[in-house]
C-alpha cells in the first residue's frame, strides 16, 4: 500500500471506492468505515464522494500522441 499522502495514494484509494461504490453497491457509509479504517484516516462521506467524482486527467504531452 503507498504511504498515505502519496499520489498513488490517492490513485489507489479512488480504485478501492469505485470497487466498494461503483462494483460492489456499498453505500457511502460503509465504504467511508473501510477507508478510513484501511488508511487511517478520517473522511467523511461528502469528502469521499468529492474524492469519488475527481477524475485524473491525462498529463498535456500525452494527449496528442
Same mark, same amino acid.
Given at each position: 500500500? =503507498?504511504k498515505p499522502?502519496?499520489?498513488?495514494?490517492?490513485? +489507489?484509494?479512488?480504485?478501492?471506492? +469505485?470497487?466498494?461504490?461503483?462494483?460492489?453497491?456499498? %453505500?457511502?457509509?460503509?465504504?467511508?468505515?473501510?477507508? %478510513?479504517?484501511q488508511?487511517?484516516? %478520517? +473522511?467523511?462521506?461528502?469528502?469521499?464522494?468529492?474524492? +469519488?467524482?475527481?477524475? =485524473?486527467?491525462?498529463? =498535456?504531452?500525452?494527449?496528442?500522441?
Open positions: 500500500t =503507498p499522502s502519496s499520489a498513488a495514494s490517492d490513485v +489507489y484509494k479512488r480504485q478501492v471506492l +469505485y470497487r466498494l461504490v461503483g462494483e460492489h453497491g456499498w %453505500n457511502w457509509g460503509m465504504a467511508r468505515n473501510l477507508i %478510513n479504517r488508511f487511517g484516516t %478520517n +473522511y467523511t462521506i461528502k469528502e469521499l464522494q468529492r474524492f +469519488y467524482m475527481r477524475r =485524473p486527467r491525462p498529463k =498535456p504531452d500525452t494527449v496528442f500522441k
